[in-house]
């Protein structure tokens, strides 16, 4: 997750933002959990791996509806992790007569090619998923939906992320 500064405020401190890894936008430093931050900053500026408090409580509310409005399952296959590879290798910079894409560029390449069906689910492309939160690897979407629903560790890790931080940081 990467960190950074932002604009300045009326009082002329500078407010920090992270990125949301799920929904992929800059959210400032209090629509994350105290948790969700140290994870931010642990992984440094080169990683994005918080959930803001906003997409935690939409994937909470999700798994409190029925299950005929869950999420249906993709009906294409995503992309391995191998071909990811591939692709951002490819426009890297380091082939001749092909285009090097800026970080940004790659990234949002990368957002049309990788499904997000919830926080902490991960898709690995060829029809595997992890859960982030166990470090279980699933086959099938429906197998990772059921895990979504009925774990505990996973729910309280969602509740847990959708805890925002009281008030802003002045530090």
Known sequence: MQSGRGHQNNVGAAKEFYLCRFCDSWQPKPKFSKDQILIAEAAGPTRASAVCCPCA?????????PVDNKVEEQTYPTLSVDARYALLQVFSGEYDDLPAFPEDVLRKILLFVVWKPAPFLADLGEELFRCTVCQRDFEGFQAAQQHLTTSSRHIRALEAAAKETPGPDTS
């Open 57 to 65: 409580r939409l994937a909470l509310q999700q798994e409190e509806e």
